[in-house]
């Protein structure tokens, strides 16, 4: 057997142990039920958004619908078939008349014309024709630069060297530009 001293230093080291764990546990049960309070309050969120989003489902629905009956309004038209029908658990029921009707709608849309092709006399030029906006940007950079000087930048070119590769990406900006600017009109 141990002397009394000893059990008592053993006695208090336990009760010690046992308050610090009965109070990590209260701390935990806490923590836990704040936890299930959070996750009761997300899922009534999520419940929440999906109602929306089928409500703006069927909306988006009902004005496809009334385009494509070019205006005609009437009750059966109207009434969109949702994808999605929430019941009372939350879970979802898919319509199965979802897919017929959306392949019937596939055929009515046409779509829209290639846009027109360049003129033939803009692909036989060589000469570029420089947009305003590019010739001020390379104006820009060009000021810029010259403030520098003939420094060497990070990359251990020259910017003269790297004033020509501007130039060649500005003029095909630009003709670019011309081109789309060109079709337009």
Known sequence: ????????????????????????????????????????????????????????????????????????????NLKAPESAKPNIKGHEVKNPNLKPMVKEQSTAIKPPPPPPLPSKTTLGKRSVRRAPE???LYRALTKRESHMGNKINQNGVLSPAYNANMIGEIENRSKYLSDVNQIRH
Request: aromatic residues 2%.
């Open 134 to 136: 590019v010739v001020e």
């Open 1 to 76: 057997m141990l002397p009394n001293g000893e059990d008592d230093s053993d006695l208090m080291r336990l009760v010690k142990e046992l308050q610090a764990s009965l109070m990590k546990n209260d701390k935990l049960e806490k923590e836990n039920h704040e936890l299930r309070q959070e996750v009761a309050r997300l899922r009534a969120q999520v419940s929440n958004l999906k109602a929306h989003d089928n409500e703006r489902k069927s909306m988006l629905w009902k004005k496809l619908q009334s385009s494509y009956d070019g205006g005609n309004t009437d009750a059966s």
